[in-house]
């Protein structure tokens, strides 16, 4: 005769059929498309035109992937040491006392086309392309993350490329393929104002976060869990980095990326932030 | 103010795991548990509003998926029914185990939608029967008797029973 174990272990063997990071296209494809309530935009007094889910989902799940930890590193710019990171149980991992050698398929750094003009921010969206694309191209296989399976718009290939700037202070994770493409990046340690936790966000607002999403600035995040994944390659100053329509230069004074087809971007680094 | 989309997608991203797996044991399908997580989230979406302020966010979409179990399966049943999925098979001594697993994985899928939707909030979901009855909208005392009844049709020894009431 069965007994309550035995229906554990049935209900155990049912949820084994759902892998712990299994993303149906069966759900993505039926929320592909909904847009928020013209009630809700209207409440709120949002200027932003009406936002799909596809695109708030390609962004919550490049956070979920990059959730894992959360950082407290060295700050960018003009200082190279890292103080150190902790993860989420307070343990404090080592850091290499010097950056980590280039990835797998990078060129040079050396050779950089466009140099930063005496660390000033791009004045203009045109410069910040400019700039942006002038940078060492870096090949992003060196920087991506895991793997993805056809089908999964939550983690579309080729996958999560993920950097870390040389300072140590700024992570950002790029992901998403087409017009779900996206990039967010968190600012370890900062000194420009943030914006306010929004009453809508119950979970963490990490306020020094800036994103790309949907061809769109963005800056902070409402997030479950605490973010980042420290664990990723240093991009060396000077390096870009392309991913689909997005690419993110490093540069000891600041860290700049751009959605070449919206020409929408952000330049950052911990006294300042522009967006474009 | 955080945009609706991004709170929900947050939302979905954190718990698709734990609904589809929640609906896996609930309906016993794969196929079946997507397309009622979907139909879940889509009007889950669509209240977001209410859902966000709730209490506890994740319970209101459980108990939307419960009902959705419910009142869905009451018409996939018409078309489908349950007993035609099972199989019998051949027991080999080796293999005892697993097919007194698979023959409860038979009964449950046998049992009446509301029955099992008790078996699996309270044995899977850890629910106490009050919160269960909370989540289907009935009274504790259909709850235990429909907990007795399922038990009983799943021939699960009764006498090993916790009380995770207490």
């Not at chain 1, 296989?141 to 579309?156: C, D, E, F």
């Not at chain 1, 996206?182 to 914006?195: A, E």
């Not at chain 2, 850890?126 to 009983?152: M, N």
């Amino acid at each position: 005769m069965p007994d309550l174990s035995d229906l554990w272990a049935a209900f155990a063997r049912l949820e084994a059929e759902i892998p712990d990071d299994y993303r149906s296209p069966v759900i993505q494809d039926r929320l592909a498309g909904l847009r928020e309530p013209a009630s809700a935009r209207g409440r709120r007094g949002c200027t932003r035109n009406s936002r799909t889910v596809t695109a708030a989902l390609s962004a919550a799940a490049a956070v979920a992937a990059l959730t894992v930890m959360v950082t407290v590193m060295g700050d960018h710019a003009d200082d190279r040491t890292p103080i150190g990171n902790h993860n989420a149980t307070g343990q404090v991992p080592s850091l290499p006392a010097s950056p980590p050698p280039s990835p797998v398929g990078t060129p040079p750094t050396s050779v950089i086309t466009h140099p930063a003009p005496n660390g000033a921010m791009p004045a203009t969206a045109s410069d910040l392309i400019d700039y942006v694309q002038g940078g060492a191209p870096t090949a992003e296989v060196g920087y991506q993350q895991g793997s993805s399976q056809a089908g999964q718009p939550m983690r579309p290939r080729p996958g999560i490329a993920e950097f870390t700037t040389p300072s140590g202070n700024i992570v950002c994770g790029m992901m998403g393929a087409a017009s779900t493409v996206s990039v967010t990046c968190l600012v370890i340690q900062h000194t420009y104002p943030t914006p306010p936790t929004p009453s809508s966000c119950h979970l963490n607002w990490v306020a020094s976060s800036l994103s790309i999403l949907s061809g769109e600035v963005s800056r902070g995040l409402c997030l479950g869990g605490e973010p980042f994944d420290p664990i990723s390659t240093v991009l060396p100053y000077g390096s870009t980095l392309r991913h689909g329509s997005l690419a993110c230069r490093s540069e000891s004074a600041f860290l700049s990326c751009v959605d070449l087809a919206t020409r929408h971007g952000f330049a950052v680094n911990r006294a300042e932030v522009r967006t474009y | 103010m955080r945009l609706t989309a991004d709170d929900f997608a947050a939302y979905v991203a954190a718990h698709q795991t734990a609904l589809l797996r929640f609906a896996v044991v609930l309906c016993g399908d794969r196929h079946l548990a997507e397309e009622l997580v979907s139909d879940v989230l889509v009007k889950a979406f669509e209240r977001w509003t209410d859902v966000a302020t709730a209490d506890h966010r994740h319970a209101y979409v459980r108990r939307m998926l419960v009902n959705h179990y419910i009142s869905w399966q009451r018409k996939w049943a018409r078309q489908r029914p349950y007993g035609d999925e099972i199989v019998d098979c051949a027991v080999s001594d080796r293999a005892h185990e697993l097919a007194e697993r698979d023959a409860l994985l038979a009964g449950l899928r046998r049992l009446p939608r509301q029955q099992r939707a008790v078996i699996v909030l309270h044995f899977y979901e850890g629910l106490s029967t009050d919160e269960t009855a909370e989540t289907l909208g009935c009274r504790p005392g259909t709850v235990r008797s429909h907990l007795s009844r399922g038990l009983a049709a799943l021939r699960i020894d009764y006498t090993q029973r916790e009380a995770p009431d207490a």
